[in-house]
C-alpha cells in the first residue's frame, strides 16, 4: 500500500495572523482586532458591572491601515485576537505610472506590489516623482498584518544633485 498525500504549493507556512489574549492582559499603545480590523489600542477603560456580571473593557482602537476609530466592549476574562504586525523598510526606487512604490529590501529583492497611500505621504512621493528627482537613500516603512501591507512612513527625501 502506497503512502499517498496531496501537495499544496500555496506558499503559506501555516502562521497563524493572529493570536489569542485576555482582554484584561491588552495595553494602550498594543494591537487588537476590532470589529475583523487590525487597530492599535489608543484608549481603554474598564467597568465593574453589577453583583453577579463580569468586568468589560471599552476598547477604542485605530485602524492601523485606514486610520478609522473602532471601539469594542468586552467582558475582561475573555481572549480577543492580537494581530501579528511586522514592520519592514525598504529602499524607494521610484512610483510607477500605475500608483505602485518600487521597493528593494536589504538584499536587493525588489517589491512592487505596495500601492503609493493616500494622503499626505502619497503626496509627498508623487511630488518628489513628478519634478523627475531621483531618490536617494529615501526609506519607506512597510507595515503588514492580517495579510494586508501599506506604506505607512518615509523619511525625509533627499534629492540627488
Known amino acids: 500500500m502506497a503512502d499517498e498525500f496531496e501537495v499544496d504549493n500555496q506558499g503559506d507556512a501555516g502562521a497563524s495572523k493572529t493570536f489569542p489574549m485576555q482582554c484584561s ?3 494602550k499603545n498594543g494591537h487588537v482586532v476590532i470589529k475583523g480590523r487590525p ?3 489608543v484608549d481603554m477603560s474598564t467597568s465593574k458591572t453589577g453583583k453577579h ?4 473593557v471599552h476598547l477604542v482602537g485605530i485602524d492601523i491601515f485606514t486610520g478609522k476609530k473602532l471601539e469594542d466592549l468586552c467582558p475582561s ?3 480577543m485576537d492580537v494581530p501579528v504586525v511586522s514592520r519592514v523598510q525598504y529602499t524607494l526606487s521610484h512610483v510607477t505610472g ?4 518600487v521597493l528593494y529590501d536589504e538584499e536587493s529583492r525588489e517589491k512592487g506590489d505596495i500601492k503609493n497611500p ?3 505621504l502619497g503626496e509627498k ?3 518628489a516623482e513628478d519634478s523627475g528627482a531621483q531618490y536617494h537613500n529615501a526609506v519607506v516603512t512597510v ?3 492580517m495579510g494586508e501591507e501599506a506604506a505607512v512612513k518615509a523619511d525625509e527625501i533627499s534629492q540627488k544633485d
Open 53 to 56: 456580571g463580569h468586568a468589560k
Open 77 to 79: 476574562t475573555h481572549n
Open 39 to 41: 487597530c492599535k489600542i
Open 125 to 127: 512621493l508623487l511630488a
Open 25 to 27: 492582559a491588552l495595553r
Open 143 to 145: 507595515l503588514a498584518a
Open 98 to 101: 500605475d500608483g505602485f512604490l
Open 118 to 120: 493616500e494622503g499626505e
